[in-house]
């Protein structure tokens, strides 16, 4: 906050919307795929079962990739539209938009990595090791503070220089929680850790593609995105086009926490149907 105060006026509002909007994927996948996992961790580790910790530690952490990745790849590639339907167009000026947009997008590319430290941090809590998990977060606090007094007073950059500084310091986060925990477990396969989360980056990264495109295009040649509807059209089928390619590649590459997908879309219908059915049950004889 005293970084941002001295990047100039609204450099506060644009860090804290941008930021705000960046925490939707990690409530609605990252935080609740590791607090479920943590009662299997601790039974596991209570049994003295590494094999199985390790296991479901990777099982989540990729569930955790199938769902964040992509939601990454969207707020990344769609930040203007987001931010402009999300805080409205009329009530936020152009040039604050796309400086909340690019400060959207830097707090984005270390989305995984911030949902992958609160799923690894429960690893250690579950073999009873807190101290580790607070020392690497000291660690991330204090490069997290250099770099933003770095790239604020040395290099003169804007507010998304903070945004950047935080995610290179949450990826370190996450990527010293991985190693040390990797050599508590006794190292994890190799080829499980990193083929399955190879195919999500990269079915991630072609969605991202086929967001771009269809958004240039028709940004530049089909909708006058000074109008919310036409604004609103233009987002809702560049993210239809970009959620389709990603499904069809994660079925291409068989990456197998598609089935968490399907799941947790039977469970939408479940929730939908037990909503509709009380008003479908009341007929004229109950009345």
Known sequence: VILSSLLGAGSVTIFTLAQQLSLVPLGLF?????????????????RGDKERLKDSLLTSLHQILF????????????????????????????????????????????????????LLSRGFFAIHDSKTPVVMAVISIVTNTILSIVLV???????WA??????????????????????????????????????IMVASLIMGLFL?????????LVFDTTRTLNLFLLTGTATCIGLATYLFCVWLFNIE???AFI???????????????????VGPEKR
């Open 30 to 46: 990252g935080l609740p795929i590791a607090q479920a996992a943590l009662p299997t961790f601790s039974e596991y580790a209570a």
């Open 67 to 118: 769902f964040i990745l992509p939601a990454a790849a969207f707020l990344v590639v769609m930040r203007i539209p987001v931010v402009r339907l999300i805080y409205g167009a009329d009530q936020v000026t152009w040039d604050a938009t796309v400086l909340t947009g690019r400060t959207l997008a830097f707090v984005s590319v270390s989305l995984f990595a911030q949902a992958t430290v609160h």
């Open 153 to 159: 007073f040395v290099f003169r950059l804007p507010i």
């Open 162 to 199: 903070l945004a950047l500084s935080a995610s290179i310091a949450s990826t370190l986060h996450a990527l010293l929680l991985l190693i040390f925990l990797d050599k508590r477990l006794g190292r994890f396969d190799r080829a499980e850790l990193f083929v399955p989360a190879a195919k």
């Open 212 to 220: 771009y495109i269809p958004m240039k295009l028709l940004d530049q």
């Open 257 to 259: 926490e598609v089935i």
């Open 263 to 281: 799941k947790f879309a039977r469970k939408l219908v479940k929730i939908k149907d037990i909503l509709v059915e009380p008003s479908q049950e």
